[in-house]
């Protein structure tokens, strides 16, 4: 398997534009997780799905930060507008339970 | 209040060491317990994970231990060499909350 891939790998963007991170979960993962890491907050979860259907989003931060899973095998994470604030590591996990995760390489967003 | 204590925060020793590294946890419901280890600018790796019905598991020059009574998770690494320097991690998934863990560094 190849494991759960996260694209871009790195985004550098100006304050104000709109970012899509985009992940795929390894096939037959029924969840799939959102966390942010920073320096600052360590390793923070943002929002997780359950067979595609968001469980918890208590820990996105903002109503700029929105995430969708469309299907199985998809989800995004939109920041718009995007703030200097927002950069950090963004991971995406996948696992058959919450309690069993498997994370991708992470996309490192910068807003300049 | 903590969800995850980590002992030691950081390690630095000398290559071919055998090492313990420590979790404790508040949650008295955990239920699985996956170390992870997390290199540098990288995601996380998981490395063990130790289900509800196990107390312990191995691979390779790792073994992870899991006491729910007293609350506490030991990882061993055997023969200690410089790519396990990295931080690791033992999550409580229960509350998603990750603590800092443990910076190992193994020198050459």
């Known amino acids: 398997d190849a494991g759960v891939i996260q694209s871009p790998r790195h985004e550098v963007t100006e304050m104000g534009q709109e970012v899509t991170l985009r992940c795929k979960p390894i096939?037959?993962?029924?969840?799939l997780f959102w966390y942010r890491q920073t320096m600052m907050r360590g390793l923070e979860l943002l929002i997780y799905f359950n067979n595609n259907v968001p469980i918890d989003d208590s820990g996105m931060p903002e109503d700029r930060f929105s995430a969708k899973m469309p299907n199985a095998s998809f989800s995004t994470l939109k920041i718009q507008p995007s703030e200097p604030r927002d950069s950090a590591v963004y991971f995406c996990?996948?696992?058959?339970?919450?309690?069993?995760?498997?994370f991708g390489p992470g996309t490192r967003l910068t807003v300049l | 209040k903590q969800e995850v204590t980590q002992i030691p925060a950081a390690l630095s020793v000398p290559e071919g060491e055998n090492l313990v590294l420590n979790c404790s946890f508040t949650?008295?419901?955990?239920?699985?317990l996956q170390w992870f280890r997390q290199d540098p600018g990288k995601g996380l790796t998981s490395l063990l994970l130790i289900q509800s019905s196990q107390r312990e598991q191995t691979s390779g020059r790792l073994n992870a231990s899991l006491d729910k009574s007293s609350g506490r998770s030991t990882l061993y690494i055997a023969a200690s060499q410089p790519g396990d320097s990295a931080t690791y991690l033992c999550p409580n998934f229960n509350k998603f909350y990750f603590g800092s863990g443990t910076k190992l560094n193994v020198k050459p």
């Open positions: 949650d008295s419901a955990i239920y699985n």
């Open positions: 096939s037959g993962h029924d969840y």
């Open positions: 996990a996948s696992g058959l339970s919450y309690n069993e995760q498997f």
